[in-house]
C-alpha cells in the first residue's frame, strides 16, 4: 500500500475504519504516505488516536468535507489519553489549517473541548467556505473558536450520545 499511494493522484475520498490500528498494522511509513497525497476532497477517519491526528495534521490534500473520529484504539477514546494541556493542539480549527480555503463540512466525534483552554484566538485561521459543522459524542463544545474559525457557518449540529452525568467532566466546567 505504502508504495502504491503515490500512484493514486486521483484518489478523491478516503474512508479508514480503526485507523489507529490500521496505522500500527502497516508500519510507520503509511502515516506519510497518505498524508503525501494531494487529490483528496473527503477524508474520513474513525477510531482514530495518534497516528490518524499526525496524518490528518501533515495532509496535503485540501480537503472539502471531513469526518473525524478521536475513539481511540480499543476501549480508550484519545483524549483520555491525552494530557489537558494538549487539548488546544488538537482542536480541529487547528488541525485542519492546510484546509482552511476549502473545508465545507466537518464531522468530529468523541472530541472533547474545556472552557478554560480554547485555542487561542490569534493563531485559528479562519474557514470562509465551512457551512456545516456536526459534534458527536462529545463534551459540550466551546463555541466561541467556532465563531471566529466559521463566520460562514449555517448549519450547527451537537448531540452529546453520553449520559448527563458525564458531560460535566470537569468540577469547573461550566
Not at 491525552?82 to 487539548?87: A, G, I, K, M
Not at 482552511?100 to 464531522?107: C, N, P, R, S
Not at 459524542?137 to 465563531?147: E, F, G, N
Amino acid at each position: 500500500l505504502v508504495a502504491a499511494l503515490p500512484c493514486m493522484t486521483s484518489l478523491s475520498s478516503l474512508t479508514i475504519w480503526y485507523s489507529e490500528a490500521f496505522f500500527c498494522s502497516h508500519g510507520p511509513n503509511l502515516v506519510a504516505a497518505l498524508a503525501a497525497l494531494t487529490s483528496l476532497h473527503t477524508l474520513e477517519v474513525f477510531y482514530g488516536g495518534y497516528r490518524m491526528v499526525r496524518m490528518v495534521r501533515e495532509l496535503q490534500s485540501s480537503l472539502v468535507h471531513a469526518c473525524i473520529d478521536f475513539n481511540g484504539s480499543g476501549n480508550t477514546p484519545f483524549f483520555n489519553e491525552l494530557p489537558l494541556e494538549d487539548w488546544p493542539a488538537h482542536h480541529p480549527t487547528l488541525m485542519l489549517a492546510h484546509s482552511a480555503d476549502t473545508l465545507e463540512t466537518l464531522k468530529c466525534r468523541r472530541w472533547r473541548t474545556h472552557p478554560r483552554i480554547a485555542p487561542s484566538p490569534n493563531t485559528t485561521p479562519v474557514y470562509p467556505r465551512m457551512r456545516e459543522l456536526s459534534i458527536d459524542h462529545s463534551t459540550l463544545p466551546v463555541t466561541i473558536a467556532y465563531i471566529r474559525a466559521y463566520p460562514n457557518l449555517t448549519s450547527f449540529r451537537f448531540n452529546s450520545g453520553l449520559p448527563p452525568h458525564e458531560l460535566h467532566v470537569y468540577p469547573d466546567y461550566p
